[in-house]
T-cell receptor, first 112, second 110 residues
């Protein structure tokens, strides 16, 4: 079945450091891929998405490229800020296109 | 534009009690779903619906019931609460692969 595996946290960085959060997936076909972010005490917000191989999603300085050959969708940001501290979830949409399948989440903590 | 509204935000139940978590969306989305979030487990799908009158089970459906009588509403019922159902519950609605989430309901079963 479909599944998502992302690196375990927590990830602790200093402000302006480079961020990578790894995500790999198992799926039939070529599902759309997503990164969601959850700030403390809030619900999930869509951060970026990619709908086909080699697409690059980007938003707020974050980027992720849909790599079919490695079944990966790693999240990157060149210079993190304290305000980026949150939990990040990688996800794909199920075969029927009706619901999301999430990784376990990676907690990012950025200090000044 | 309210988006997805969940009520209540917090709830404490005794073991064996029943309750309904409410979810409403005003975006006319066909797809709605319920997830639970537990530490170290990510979000797991409980039930989902592809339209009024149509529901299906997700990964962890036991102990929960849903119905979808209107496009707007998708309530989640706990029939007999158990401590294992202590969690944060999120409702989502989606269209064209993009999902919108409510603020969550933090449920504690004692």
């Amino acid at each position: 079945g479909n599944s998502v595996t992302q690196m375990e946290g927590p990830v602790t960085l200093s402000e302006e450091a480079f961020l990578t959060i790894n995500c790999t997936y198992t799926a039939t076909g070529y599902p759309s891929l997503f990164w969601y972010v959850q700030y403390p005490g809030e619900g999930l917000q869509l951060l970026l998405k990619a709908t086909k191989a080699d697409d690059k999603g980007s938003n707020k300085g974050f980027e992720a490229t849909y790599r079919k050959e490695t079944t990966s969708f790693h999240l990157e940001k060149g210079s993190v800020q304290v305000s980026d501290s949150a939990v990040y979830f990688c996800a794909l949409i199920n075969q029927a296109g009706t619901a999301l399948i999430f990784g376990k989440g990676t907690t990012l903590s950025v200090s000044s | 534009n309210a988006g997805v509204t969940q009520t209540p935000k917090f709830q404490v139940l005794k073991t064996g009690q029943s309750m309904t978590l409410q979810c409403a969306q005003d975006m006319n989305h066909e797809y709605m779903s319920w997830y639970r979030q537990d530490p170290g487990m990510g979000l797991r799908l409980i039930h989902y619906s592809v339209g009024a009158g149509i529901t299906d089970q997700g990964e962890v459906p036991n102990g929960y019931n849903v119905s979808r009588s209107t496009t707007e509403d998708f309530p989640l019922r706990l029939l007999s609460a158990a401590p294992s159902q202590t969690s944060v519950y999120f409702c989502a609605s989606s269209k064209n692969t993009e999902a919108f989430f409510g603020q969550g309901t933090r449920l504690t079963v004692v």
